[in-house]
């Protein structure tokens, strides 16, 4: 009892309600009557629902009410690293070192997994990208970036390491590095991505997770972070 207690025990009296009540997904009781039911004021409810709400736990409308959404770790991590780069902007390259560990450490688990369908995605992406780079005038193939990424990590059961994968793509689109423009970066960028793509479609998986490796550190001569 006395674990389980702790374990509840630094969540607010609204969070440790939602997560008790899997019905709330189909919306909940009136601010009045939770109060009442929780024992604490309306005012103090209402402080407590916006940060549920800014941790994406629920969904707040003005006709449907509110309803329990389903758990993700991304708005916690959004709301915190967006913080962090306010502060300081290197930040962000602390984070993209840890999103670079967690992709070496899932490759192998994630490339596994990856279904028919996926591999045609990811060769897609490869096909636009290419034309796109190939393009007059030259194109960034941003979302192709991404979504490749994201598309090799998609069936990773984890949804912390999801988490983190997702919210390093809005930061590095924050920080302004999906304007980059430099085409030797880009094309020797996508040179790995093929080789990447290749290795999974040929069941090649270690020299996929090589070209990963080297792909990813890439981004130490992308970006430096100024100064304070």
């Keep these: 009892m006395l674990r389980e207690r702790n374990s509840q025990g630094n969540i607010s009296e609204f969070m440790r309600y939602l997560s008790a009540h899997p019905e709330a997904e189909n919306g909940l009781p009136s601010l009045t009557e939770l109060s009442l039911e929780l024992g604490i004021s309306v005012a103090t409810l209402r402080e407590q629902l916006e940060v549920a709400r800014a941790l994406g736990l629920v969904d707040v409308r003005p006709r449907t009410g509110i309803r329990r959404l389903s758990y993700s770790f991304l708005p916690t991590i959004r709301q915190s690293l967006g913080y962090a780069m306010n502060l300081d902007s290197g930040h962000f390259m602390a984070f993209s070192d840890l999103r670079r560990h967690l992709e070496a450490a899932y490759w192998h688990e994630a490339v596994r997994k990856l279904t028919e369908e996926d ?102 001569h992308l970006y430096r972070p100024a100064s304070k």
């Design 119 to 220: 591999l045609q995605n990811l060769q897609g992406l490869l096909q636009i990208a290419t034309a796109k780079l190939n393009g007059a005038p030259i194109q960034i193939p941003h979302e192709e970036h991404k979504q490749l990424h994201l598309t090799i990590f998609r069936h990773v059961e984890n949804l912390y390491v999801r988490g983190i994968l997702e919210a390093y793509w809005e930061a590095y689109e924050a920080i302004g590095l999906n304007v980059y423009n430099d085409i030797n970066y880009l094309q020797e960028v996508w040179q790995y991505h093929r080789q990447m793509v290749e290795a999974i479609v040929s069941k090649n998986y270690d020299a996929g997770y090589a070209a990963l490796v080297k792909h990813t550190d890439l981004i130490y």
